[in-house]
Each structure stands twice: as C-alpha cells, then as structure tokens.
C-alpha cells in the first residue's frame, strides 16, 4: 500500500529553522515529482515547493525563495524541506505529495498526500 509520512514539525520561533521529512512507502520515489503545499486556517492550500522526478527541475514560491530547500534521497526513499529564516506567515499545515514525472501547481493533480505535520512560527 502506498504511503507518506510527514514528520518534523513543530514550534519554532521567527528566524528559526525546521526541517521537514516525509518518508515513502509501498512504492519508490524514482519516477514521481515531489511536491510540498501548505495551508494556514481560512486559507486554500498552496504549493511551496516541488521537485521533478528527473531532479532536473525544481520550484519555490516566491514566498519562499531563497529561505526554503527541497531535496530528496532516493536511497531512503525519503524527500525533505528545509526551511529557514522562518516567519511567522509560514503558520500552517505542511503536506508532501507525490504525482508521477513532473511538477504540478494545481494540488488535484498529485496522487497521494501524507497527512500533514503542523508548523507554528511564534515568539
């Protein structure tokens, strides 16, 4: 059965660094792109990040560029976000998903989602 599992989260204050793990199972993250996305209460969920299953390709939101790294390792079958610099509008629910080959912005087109790991930016 094929599974994510998101793990890392937590509370952090603002300029603080988390760094994100989610972890496949039941398939092999070769041959699928990688997405992060996020939601805040009240807010839809946005894409933050993703990387294409050739690895060639990446994306940042502009939200996050420069301060946010995705990467995966593919011999533990595990992709990561680090995040860095953190403000406090970088509050939400963070989700990895998977879709096959390339990047997607529209969430309804990845496949499978772990199930979130929260994130609070506060002093």
């Known amino acids: 059965q094929m599974h994510l599992e998101e793990s890392g989260g937590g509370l952090v204050q603002p300029g603080g660094s988390l760094s994100l793990s989610c972890a496949a199972s039941?398939?092999?993250?070769?041959?699928?792109?990688i997405g992060w996305f996020r939601q805040a209460p009240g807010k839809e969920r946005e894409r933050v990040s993703c990387?294409?299953?050739?690895?060639?390709?990446?994306y940042y939101a502009d939200s996050v560029k420069g301060r946010f790294t995705i990467s995966r390792e593919i011999a533990k079958n595990t992709m990561y976000l680090q995040m860095n610099s953190l403000k406090p509008e970088d509050t939400a629910v963070y989700y990895c998903?998977?879709?096959?080959?390339?990047?997607?912005?529209?969430?309804?087109?990845?496949?499978?989602w772990g199930q979130g790991t929260q994130v609070t930016v506060s002093s």
């Open positions: 039941g398939f092999t993250l070769d041959d699928y792109a």
């Open positions: 990387i294409s299953a050739s690895g060639g390709y990446t």
């Open positions: 998903a998977v879709r096959h080959n390339y990047c997607a912005g529209n969430a309804r087109m990845y496949d499978l």
